[in-house]
């Protein structure tokens, strides 16, 4: 039996059919942190639970039991809506290679898969899905409009549609983007509060309000931004969220206003 899933881990969907590799994968995976929504021997197990919950990444064996293949199972999968694909397989043939990447995965380990293969290949899935997003993102009338994704490799926050992953050691935690009550700088990290919860960003303030790229988080003070609905009060000098005091600066103030005032704009 799986443990009950903590709302901040990355949700993986392990589709194995080699029950002793599919339970030391789980232990592995939930070894480095990420919520394990289900183990599927086969297609139509998978699809099952695929629906049934919120899954962030999938961990495919191309071999296994059933009416489909892994590679079938995963086309399927994605009719139903998109997610980043991790196939795992002990074969490596030029045909079976072809195959699996008509449906564009993030990575191919070949088996046996190490914890620093393993790794790797999930921060490349997540850091993949970012990009596209960011690309999607650019209006289609900026004819000249090029996204430049950050370069792969211990890369400390990635935005995935209203979900935030922030890089903690070895793993990625989620942070739903409307739990983020404040960022703070300080000298070359920011701090990032979020109900309850504080992460420290090995990045200026400016390129982290750059990559969440929200409308809600404004700034208000050369060293602090704010989610705007998550302000409990404010007066012409400082504002309150969650019990935190936040100075509103003289030159941020009429975009705070305005802002507040229009949110979305």
Known sequence: MLPSLPETAIRILLIEDEAILALDLADLLQGEGYAVVGIADNGP???ELYQE??????????????????????RRLAAVRAVPVIYLSAFSDRATRERALLTLPAAYLLKPVT??????????????????????AVPETDVGAR?????????????????????????????????????????????????????????????????????????VHRSYAVNIRRADSFTEQEIILAEQVVPLGRQYREEFLRRFSNPGS
């Open 147 to 219: 996204v430049v994704p950050p370069a792969i490799g211990h890369e400390p926050l990635l935005r995935l549609a209203d979900q935030v992953f922030i890089r903690q050691n070895y793993r990625f935690m989620r942070v739903p983007l409307a739990e983020i009550i404040l960022l703070q700088a300080d000298n070359t990290y920011t701090l990032l509060f979020a109900s309850g919860r504080k992460f420290a960003l090995r990045l200026p303030l400016g390129q982290v309000l750059d990559r969440l790229a929200s409308d809600d988080l404004v700034r």
């Open 115 to 136: 914890l620093d293969s393993l790794r790797v290949a999930i921060e490349l899935a997540l850091h993949t899905l970012s990009c596209q997003i960011a690309v999607a």
């Open 53 to 74: 919950h919120i899954v962030d990444l999938v961990l495919c064996d191309i071999r296994i039991r059933g009416p489909w293949d892994g590679i079938e199972t995963v």
């Open 45 to 47: 197990q998978a699809l």
